[in-house]
């Protein structure tokens, strides 16, 4: 059973900044490409970057490239992702999500969602 | 970035109905490599399909997928209660993986 679990909600001030884990089983952890996808309200997904996480090789989506970081942490089978400059608009529940097999990027294994409220 | 386009938004039918939802890409998918989900209130997606026509592992086979290029369709054979929800298209032939922006299949 694959698991993904996630940190919990968070309230930030336009502005600042918000860092969300998702931890799994160290079997994913070494084996699979972790991903960041976040969904506003009424609104598909929408992939914000990946990492390779034994490699700390991380990818990001271009509108997020400067805001957004992906790290990972082996000694806890950890990955994070942090967004940085807050706008209303950055209000949605983020998920984290497995790669289906290598180098297959459609998600078959979901963390089960950080809500994000950006509010002044 | 490849825009995915889905129609209609909005189903309205009965339990027991066929329905066909359509995914359009703003470029061609080289390989089918298109994937589709189930969404339902509160929860993260479900991946129902992927490679166009592939069914995940634990998908019934009320659902089934079809195209190439840049059309493509989800069908459900007959639909059951449990089949009331959202669902979205999503590419994996260039990135940025893509979303579509769903269509949601409610009860008349």
């Known amino acids: 059973q694959v698991q993904l679990v996630q940190s919990a909600s968070e309230v930030k001030k336009p502005g600042s900044s918000v860092k969300i884990s998702c931890t799994t089983s160290?079997?994913?952890?070494?084996?699979?490409?972790l991903n960041w996808l976040r969904q506003a309200p009424g609104q598909g997904p929408e992939w914000m970057g990946d990492i390779v996480p034994i490699f700390h090789l991380a990818n990001y989506a271009q509108r997020f490239q400067g805001r957004v970081s992906i790290t990972a942490d082996e000694s806890t089978s950890t990955v994070y992702m942090e967004l940085s400059s807050l706008t209303s608009e950055d209000t949605a529940v983020y998920f984290c999500?497995?790669?289906?097999?290598?180098?297959?990027?459609?998600?078959?294994?979901w963390g089960q969602g950080t809500l994000v409220t950006v509010s002044s | 970035e490849i825009v995915l386009t889905q129609s209609p938004g909005t189903l309205s039918l009965s339990p027991g109905e066929r329905v066909t939802l359509s995914c359009r890409a703003s470029q061609s998918l080289h390989s089918g490599y298109l994937a589709w989900y189930q969404q339902k209130p509160g929860q993260a997606p479900r991946l129902l399909i992927y490679?166009?026509?592939k069914r995940a592992t634990g998908i019934p086979d009320r659902f089934s997928g079809s195209g190439s290029g840049t059309d493509f369709t989800l069908a459900i054979s007959r639909l059951e209660p449990e089949d009331f929800a959202v669902y979205y298209c999503q590419q994996y032939d260039t990135p940025p993986w893509t979303f579509g922006q769903g269509t949601k299949v409610d009860m008349k």
């Open positions: 999500a497995r790669d289906y097999t290598v180098k297959a990027p459609y998600f078959q294994f």
């Open positions: 490679g166009a026509s």
């Open positions: 160290g079997d994913t952890f070494r084996s699979f490409s």
